[in-house]
């Protein structure tokens, strides 16, 4: 079915989803799914709305600037409009560790993901020969500390090349300048190998067994010019004992990182994630 | 916070989601939450909406009222108004087993349960103190094969005369008659001690010892009259292995029965659960 | 480090942990791990030793034979002895449902998992390509209710002819017959895509639906003549509500297979399970 | 069933489990339980085992000396016996919050903690009443700035003369002195409502809200004289949304203390716990 998706923000007022709900009923349009939010705290409003387009009395280059003058200007509000049938490019980054990177293009395998998959980068070419094998571009860069910003540069050109919508860190061990951050705001997803904000930074799992925690975790969060700081979209954890050693730990840990990671690249081609204020409201 | 719950069902149609926010709007109402679903498979519409009573410009009385005439009759919908300020009236049942409902006394004695607790039905005497000291009524009924009918009538009667408005089942280890339920449609909650519909019926726990299950659960559900079937409204599981025996399976579950059934109660006080044939949409 | 693990199940006597732990002392072997648990109910003793081989005073081919002579006999054992640097060789049976068998591949391809995989068997053509980018061979064989019989004598063919210790069937939608199972007795892994024993058969994820569970789950279990009925090894679970589809379940499900399934595999490949009974012992 | 427990240390060394077996069968002692743990990064070694007393050949006053000169000293090890029908005497500390509290006692009036609890200590009056309906003592303490050390000591005085084996704080709000902790190492056990090392202190809740967590948690853990800081002995967590205000997480959050505090009482309860190094090892 295709359908179009409206994400909304603005202050919170009255009317808003009267108004909204009359926009989408006066141009016969069928209500799908219908999500809001206000934070009372700082008095914002957030919504996503879909709705049927083929029944709909808007052409699809209409919706945009008549909902703006019929609502959005009213309400002052920041929009976005999606349509399901415009399938997001998404570039996947890897280093070493294949299990995140072999999980994604497993789904895009099964048609779990809509997505498409133009790119993979990986500062490694250990994967070329898997990643070929289900159909995608393999793209090696050797990265050193004199060749980083020269390399992003060259990266951010295919990324640019490819018509990338957004970038997944699947395990990528380099850390991306506030340069090439600013390029995709609120489009970098990394995944993070610890149960945030636990265990910043490098080898959390070593740090987890040194404080002899019972539960280990992953967090997939937004990339912002902070380390390990960004909004996060999800997290999961997963029980561990006294026997279990680092390298135990980081088996574990790896069957968290993929569902975190892959839960946090299906909202994210679902429209289902509002970011703000270094938080996300998420609408599942 | 003063608000006013409504929850709808009807038919699926365009523009209930218009007309209701549009109802809302022209009254002044402050909309807080707003949920809906659409089962897309039977053509049914569910709605939840909420909204702040002190700046609405309907009296209490008129709502019902005006709102059937403006927007329930077009939809021929079904619809219930609730207010947050009229607390429940719950009555707990109880057998033997005492952690479900001191579990229930405990979150209402810290207030975490918006709830009256007339009364504490029993048939055995032995929780009687414990019950009064939460300063509650404790109504204790000897039960046996040949008085089952008549208890159950002098039951229904104390219900009656406290003004009870749902019951819960608290692990009562007798089973309600026909007609008793069919005073309290979708109004009795019962907990079972298993992840139905595994292990319907007696001793559960053994039941899951017996197969060699590893995780083993409870089951909040609204009582109908067939055994254990009616619709659920929440579940959970806990771990288990293979040195615990029957009597360990036991006091693992007690601790999930108690966070489910109290997550059973918590939805329904909060009027957040619709139930339709046999299954439960909760907006929570 | 190359290690030496003993599986042992006996009647229940005193005198068995002193036995073994003084009979691997004697040859100066360094205990690794240690665990037993006894059923009280039918009085029986298990046990899962290792130790290291380096330091041990006996060679690989003596250890059987005076362990017998030394301390099984004694007691009337049943014991297995394995050694960890012999890798299990295992089949992999797969139908059109791609996401075990590749999460199981990728453990291989990332050494997670110390197995061979000598041969992915399939009833469909379709993932040859993919199977063979991770350097493994794929069979196909079409299967239909005349040839049935035919191919699974091909199968258990290819399957001696391969070496297999054991088989998984990684969502294989065909029912093996009672001849080919007794080949493998508590050697073939299945993934049921419910949390058994509720949802015994085909479309679990459909019944659960229907039935409007609020979780849903998947059994890793040895395949016995019964459907569905053997000794369960690993059960996990994941939450769904009210708006997932039966498709939607499918797709959460699908999440936990693969962790259920690849955990039964671990334990297996670790020698850590004990299955008797119909049920498992399982030392983690 | 009567059973002796017995805890050892020391460093990891070839023949012990087969000289601590030994010792048990010279006296026909049935081994009901053995696990041990060797901590391969530090070279120590610890077990636990427990056997059946009835049968055993030893007075109960007679183990200990002759473990010692038998097996004790050869090892070098650090030993604790105990005897499971002799209850442990357990303190309970509370402020204002009710529901880890209850809980315990709650766990104690239906025989599920196999624990005498001879005093509730608080710093606010206000549970005396429910507390004295589980018959168990209530001492209030009025404490300030001024009259803390005054206080402490008249507590140690009367945990003295309740001859207190160790003490639960569940959620006593008040930070002991380390004279204090000092009397009772290891024996005090705290509930710490947050997923440690993540937002150590006051409030993690609202810190939680503050960083947009996915999942919120609980620590139990041994104190020590560093806030926060000692030994973890169980955690858990739930799962929140973006619509959870910080009283909902304080709501949510209870349920996880509760079932943390609960499992770390019962594991130090039945001798499950070793702690060293700032880490547990549970034999669970």
């Known amino acids: 079915m295709k359908k179009a998706i409206l994400i909304i923000q603005c202050k919170d ?12 009923y006066s141009y016969q349009g069928n209500i799908l799914e219908i999500d809001q939010h206000v934070d009372q705290e700082i008095g914002m409003f957030f919504m996503r ?3 049927e387009l083929d029944t709909f009395g808007l052409k699809r280059e209409e919706i945009e600037p008549i909902f703006e003058a019929k609502v959005g200007k009213k309400f002052d509000m920041e929009f976005e409009l999606f349509f399901n049938f415009r399938k997001p490019r998404m570039a996947v980054f890897v280093s070493k560790l294949s299990h995140c990177l072999i999980d994604i293009l497993s789904r895009h395998y099964s048609g779990q993901f809509d997505v498409d998959i133009p ?15 289900f159909g995608i571009p393999f793209h090696y860069f050797a990265v050193d500390k004199a060749n980083r910003m020269d390399v992003e540069e060259k990266q951010l050109e295919l990324l640019n090349q490819y018509r990338t919508d957004f970038v997944v860190l699947a395990r990528y061990m380099q850390i991306l300048s506030e340069d090439f951050i600013r390029n995709y705001p609120n489009k970098i997803i990394n995944i993070h190998h610890s149960f945030l904000p636990a265990f910043v930074g490098a080898k959390p799992y070593h740090a987890a067994y040194e404080r002899g925690v019972k539960i280990i975790g992953a967090t997939a969060h937004y990339v912002t010019e902070e380390l ?47 970011a703000y204020r270094n938080k996300t409201i998420i609408f599942y």
Request: neutral net charge; proline residues 3%.
């Open 13 to 24: 007022q009255k009317g808003i989803v009267a108004s909204v709900s009359e926009f989408l």
């Open 49 to 51: 709305v879909s709705w």
């Open 119 to 133: 790119v993979v980068i990986s500062n490694h070419a250990d994967h070329k020969k898997v990643v070929e094998a």
């Open 228 to 274: 390990d700081a960004g909004p996060i979209i999800e997290q999961e954890v997963a029980r561990v004992r006294h026997h279990n050693s680092p390298a135990d730990l980081v088996q574990i840990g790896q069957d968290v990182e993929k569902v975190v990671l892959s839960k946090a690249i299906k909202y994210h081609l679902e429209r289902k994630i509002l």
